[in-house]
């Protein structure tokens, strides 16, 4: 999916939300457990509650990984479920890779061939052998680490003598692709660095965490950090997946998304009245 698909199906729903599939077995409900998968059936349901409020959704693979062959098969079972019944949706796979070249080549392969995700999330600081490999697939994008929501961010990311490492990653990174291919994690409750981060890459995706339960503003995001074409997708996890633990957590997590997706809606239509 490029950037011009991306941009329309946002139009078309009148949303740039992404839900993560943080998905937990010991925070699920609890009838699920008597399913022969538990993590696809809930995923299933949260998916079909939720399919037209956003535009994406993300995976986060250690989630996955944790229950090895059988959480892999959970996670194959909701990719092929989405790309078979939902077309239109961009598809994230949370695993923030990023090793020596030949190593993100079969990262590359196992995400974009084997599991035909969209768009991996990806650690650069290995450089640009580690990133090239994402990039070498058409309509396939690899998402930066650049500034994260973390309360650790601040370990690295900033303060690196007159630029931060953040801005460095940036600079240097986004000659290695373009806007139809790289997009960049910027953090939600950083949400003040936004107008510096636009100036650096102003036509860009970004995709923002840290809006929910972490307590980002998603006003304060779009203030500072939209573009003409959107260039955002804000994830939210636990608050819209774990909205409810009741047999009608499908419906609380619809709920939820929508007061999410109204949210941004009118952000939409205030942008579009008042562009920058």
């Known amino acids: 999916m490029n950037s011009k698909i991306l941009f329309e199906n946002i139009k078309k729903k009148k949303s740039f939300l992404c839900i993560g599939l943080d998905t937990d077995i010991n925070k699920i409900p609890q009838f699920l457990l008597n399913y022969q998968d538990p ?34 098969l959970s996670l194959e079972k909701t990719v092929n479920y989405i790309k078979t019944k ?33 768009a991996i999330t990806v650690a650069p600081y290995m450089g640009e052998d580690s990133v090239k490999p994402f990039l070498l697939y058409k309509d396939k994008w690899a998402i930066l680490l650049a500034l994260t929501s973390n309360k650790s961010a601040q370990d690295f990311q900033f303060d690196d003598s007159n630029t931060n490492l953040y801005e460095k990653v940036i600079s240097k990174s986004k000659k290695w692709g373009n806007e139809d291919n790289l997009m960049y994690v910027v953090g939600a409750t ?46 939210s996890s636990r608050s819209i997946i774990y909205a409810d633990n009741t047999p009608d957590f499908a419906i609380y997590s619809r709920k939820k998304a929508s007061e999410i997706k109204t949210e941004m809606e009118k952000l939409l239509l205030k942008y579009e009245s008042n562009p920058k």
């Open 86 to 118: 939902y077309q239109n949706i961009f598809l994230i796979a949370d695993a923030k890779r990023g090793d020596i070249g030949n190593t993100s080549d079969m990262y590359a392969k196992a995400f974009f061939e084997n599991m035909n995700f969209d």
């Open 39 to 72: 993590i696809f059936e809930f995923n299933k349901q949260i998916i079909d509650a939720t399919h037209d409020l956003c535009v994406a959704y993300k995976p986060n693979t250690a989630f996955y990984e944790q229950y090895g062959n059988k959480g892999w």
């Open 190 to 235: 950083k949400a003040e660095m936004f107008k510096d981060i636009r100036k650096l890459i102003p036509n860009h995706f970004l995709l923002v965490p840290g809006v929910g339960a972490q307590g980002g503003s998603l006003s304060e995001v779009t203030k500072y950090g939209m573009n003409n074409k959107c260039g955002l997708l804000v994830n």
